[in-house]
């Protein structure tokens, strides 16, 4: 009998710890090490403080506000925002998965990043589509609602400065075409869509070459 | 306890744990709506602000600029409130159908209802700031209202004096069909406006720096703005908003947003002086909600 009871304590004891030992790791974790369901570490691509990859062209992701990061991970789960990579990735987390690691990387620091290169001729034309628009097309300002610097501006709207220039204008060509079609009341698509290959490229440029931390 | 109990007691915990974790992914965001050209509009075309002389005028038409797209910062002495000039005048004063700058400097001076009396451009600025950004009003012959004055003039070059330009103030609004209604513009608000005005139309205010301006309470325009009024509400809306999507919001979107908008408590009139309903009748016979009774509350009443 003594036995027994031992044996139902351990029992008792493992239905106790499993919602624990099955509760999804930290945001941290995840970032770092992935789910072992099929997500890997974010940080083998987005780097290991979530300040992007620039010569890969991938985006940091350290200090975007936590609701725009949770929104891309549903996105790519349901291809409402178009990447082959993210897409199996970001399926392969739950809820509470793509909850905490959002999270986590929302509440690191800005990276004081760009692309350490000049804008070159076109920088001109990029700078005035950032800080003023191009409002013959109806385009606002970029600065308008991603902030003064491109900082970003939370909940809605992400940090653009210092993001890799292939990155950027990979995304404004994916609104354009609605190959990303995520925005919210459709914005981005209606603020790109009017624009020209050329003010896309200059943009994009212009803007790889700021950091979000700093005033333009 | 039997520690078989207690045994079933956390299978049952197991088991209510797992379900509750099960909820669903959330639903598939909507593909996003119909894109809208902006409205077209034959209209002046003001030099480009690279254009702007590099001398002591064109720095007097620069720091006119700055105060323009950042009144609290550079004019804050004459701002009681989180609003900017280009918050109602949108691409720095130069855009056609939101009240631009060149068509208005060539319509001054002119007789106005509002005041019954001939008013000078320093004189409309001046209402401006006591009302749309619920100050004080600059003084004609300081720095303030100079270097607006010559932004202004800068931008009109080569247009015609004296003539109404295609583009300028907010184009009217055909009448809706169905009279405004707070619940429907509640809805509209809520689906295209509440993103960056915020829930409860506060709008967003980020390191220090408005980044979308508040549309009522008390950091908002004031009870004699003309923004507050909901036919020029509704043009400026339908014409310009959601900002990059001029046009999308139909005539009745319009109408039942700016009701919905102007139905709530904002800065008082500055003219008022003690007696809303004196205030009312003498200066707000337009379409507007001051003195409405909406929910509990009388608009104007508790207003400072």
Known sequence: ?216 | MDIRVLFLFSVSLLIVNQVSRAEPAEPAGKAAQAVNAPIPVKAFQPPPDEAIPDDEFGNMVRLGRKIFTHTGKYAAEYVGNNQSCVNCHLDAGRLANSAPLWAAWVRYPTYRKKNQMVNTMQERIQGCFRYSMNGTPPPADGETLKALMSYAYWMAEGAPTGVTLPGQGYPKLDKPKLEPDYQRGADVFAHNCALCHGADGEGVRQDDQQVFPPLWGKHAFNWGAGMHRINTAAAFIRANMPLGKGGSLSVQQAWDVAYFVNSHDRPQDPRFEGDLEATKKKFHNHQCRYGDKVGKTVLGRSSK
């Open chain 1, 1 to 216: 009998m003594k036995k027994r009871a031992g044996i139902y304590l351990i029992f008792a004891i493992l239905t106790y710890a499993a919602p624990t030992l099955g509760a999804p790791p930290s945001g941290k974790t995840l970032a770092q090490q992935g789910n072992g369901k099929g997500a890997p570490g974010c940080v083998s691509c987005h780097g290991d403080k979530g300040q992007g990859n620039p010569a890969a062209g991938y985006p940091y992701l350290a200090g975007q506000p936590e609701s725009y990061l949770l929104g891309q991970l549903n996105a790519f789960a349901d291809q409402t925002r178009t990447s082959p990579v993210m897409q199996p990735f970001a399926s392969a987390l739950s809820v509470e998965e793509m909850q905490a690691v959002s999270a986590y990387f929302a509440g690191l620091p800005l990276p004081d990043t760009d692309s350490g290169k000049s804008a070159g001729d076109t920088a001109d034309a990029g700078r005035r589509l950032a800080t003023q628009g191009k409002w013959s097309v109806g385009m606002p300002a970029c600065f308008q609602c991603h902030g003064d610097r491109g900082q970003g501006v939370a909940p809605h709207f992400p940090a653009i400065s210092g993001q890799p220039e292939d990155y950027l204008r990979n995304q404004l060509e994916h609104w354009r075409k609605g190959a990303r079609s995520n925005d919210p009341i459709g914005l981005m698509q209606a603020v790109v869509g009017h624009l020209e290959e050329a003010d896309i490229a200059a943009v994009s440029r212009y803007l790889s070459t700021l950091s979000p931390t700093k005033a333009p």
